[in-house]
């Protein structure tokens, strides 16, 4: 029944709105060839049911493509062909950029709530997969904070890793960032991107892409990329391109990693900022205290109250914003505390930088400049401000702009290992004797003696003591603690600013 299934995926796209009705033979005609069909018909009286999810007619066509000998059934052989059949309904970049284009004469808002549903409705956003994702709140001395265990991002199949490991890499696309990655078809070391369209914007007089975050940690997660394949770099033009998005787009918020590793992101080789439609913890904490800095009196700054080590800069006049931010920048660059362990250098190696966020509330811009240090010592190889040894049964990972904001991004192994958990502390076995979670033995002896563990209640224990865990990671991550001690290092730094 291949022509009932083409004929499902053809009529899908028409009705999502990314085909049009013109050109339903044209893509009728490009999955034939796809699939290898050299005749079309329905069978049986007509077409399956309109009703059924795209991913159960993509895994029905890919199951067909896979017993015709097209295709391997591999989880990465089955994304790269699924994506391919996407490819054949999704129109071209002219159009799609057009279309934006189009909405962004009438709204900001208007051309990024079609666009998000756009990258849904393609494919490039497997909405199936981030439904797996595991979200909750968790109340902690700074508030709510959100907590997520990440589940959309594939598993590797054993034979995709040997397979890729034959394979050699072309060095095209020359990162998972760049714009070439647009109708790329990809391979075993890279995702397939037929489906994928960004739409072009400039920044501080520069061109940058405006796309989607594919895994989706929080509502619409963009990703705004520099056009050329260069590296991430934190300096006064970063400033002035964040607060240019903001004024393009005024509902969203944009932030980017820091520019070193171990308090940088995933990918520092290429320019790219993050942001969304999404209020974040950090951005809900209010000032602890207020700072006047000489020469910028119009500016409204203070400490944020917040784990990490945060300076808000608030006002009316963008340009004075982007000046004390890197003028804040400069100061922190070039500082030595060493009764607070803050060393600009060691070895040659640079340590201090900064994470910056920017928005627009209540008429004015904003800008958060979070204070970031990747010095490493013996007893911390992995980063003295990174998550300390005893949490990493729970975090492990570099803290980036997304936990910086109050999201933590949980490893997959959690769901499992929380079921197991909570199943040996209702069975009352000793959880060092389970080797899959012994890990977390010492963390649950400290936190169960406070509660009374009922099947009804173990859950929002576990998503409770994660929450506080994940608040004790971001402090950890704070190069001035929120002691009295770190309160006053804090202010030796603004006072040399």
Not at 148 to 169: H, M, V, W
Not at 217 to 231: A, L, M, Q
Not at 299 to 325: C, H
Not at 473 to 497: D, N, W
């Amino acid at each position: 029944m291949i022509g009932n299934l083409i004929d499902e995926l053809v009529r899908y796209g028409i009705k999502s709105g990314i085909t049009d009705e013109e050109d339903r033979i044209y893509s009728t005609n490009t999955l034939l060839a796809i699939l290898g069909v050299s005749d079309f018909e329905l069978e049986q009286g007509g077409s399956i049911p309109e009703s059924r999810s795209l991913s159960s007619i993509l895994e029905d066509i890919t199951d067909y493509a896979i017993s015709s000998g097209i295709t391997e059934d591999t989880s990465a052989s089955r994304d790269l062909f699924d994506t391919k059949l996407m490819g054949a309904l999704t129109p071209p970049p002219s159009v799609v950029r057009a279309e934006f284009a189009a909405k962004m004469r009438i709204s900001p808002k208007l051309a990024t709530d079609w666009y998000y549903s756009f990258s849904q409705a393609t494919n490039y956003i497997r909405t199936d997969r981030i439904a797996r994702d595991v979200r909750w709140k968790a109340d902690t001395d700074y508030g709510d904070i959100d907590i997520t265990i990440n589940l959309s991002k594939p598993e590797k199949d054993p034979r995709d890793i040997a397979r890729a490991g034959q394979t050699k890499s072309s060095g095209y696309p020359a990162c998972l960032l760049c714009k070439e990655n647009e109708g790329y078809a990809g391979t075993l070391c890279h995702p397939a991107r037929q489906n994928h369209r960004v739409i072009p914007i400039r920044l501080g007089g520069e061109e940058y892409f405006l796309q989607y975050s594919p895994y989706v940690y929080y509502n619409e997660h963009c990703i705004i990329f520099n056009s050329k394949h260069t590296p991430m770099l934190i300096d006064r033009r970063t400033f002035d391109k964040l607060l240019d998005f903001v004024c393009l787009f005024p509902h969203y918020t944009a932030g980017s990693n820091a520019d070193l590793p171990i308090v940088g992101g995933s990918i520092l080789s290429h320019d790219h900022f993050q942001g969304g439609c999404y209020e974040f913890a950090m951005a809900r904490a209010p000032f602890e205290k207020m700072i006047v800095f000489d020469g910028f009196e119009n500016v409204t700054a203070g400490i944020v109250r917040w784990p990490l080590s945060v300076i808000r800069l608030q006002g009316t006049d963008r340009a004075e914003i982007s000046g004390l931010s890197d003028k804040i920048l400069n100061a922190w660059r070039g500082y030595t505390d060493e009764e607070s362990f803050i060393l600009v250098e060691t070895d040659g190696i640079r340590h201090n930088t900064i994470t910056p966020i920017a928005r627009r509330r209540n008429g004015l811009y904003e800008m958060d400049l979070v204070l970031r240090n990747n010095i490493t010592t013996e007893e911390c190889p992995l980063g003295y401000y990174h998550p300390h040894p005893e949490y990493h049964h729970i975090k492990k990972e570099n803290i980036g702009l997304i936990e910086v904001m109050g999201l933590a991004v949980l490893p997959a192994r959690l769901k499992t290992e929380m079921q197991q958990l909570s199943a040996a502390i209702l069975a009352g076995k000793d959880i060092r004797s389970i080797p899959e979670i012994a890990k977390h033995a010492d963390w649950a002896e400290k936190f169960l003696p406070g509660y009374e563990v009922r099947e009804d209640n173990i859950d929002s224990i576990l998503k409770k003591e994660i929450g506080i865990v994940f608040a004790h990671v971001l402090e950890c991550s704070g190069v001035y603690k929120c002691t009295t001690e770190g309160r006053a290092g804090f202010m030796r730094f603004i006072e040399s600013v």
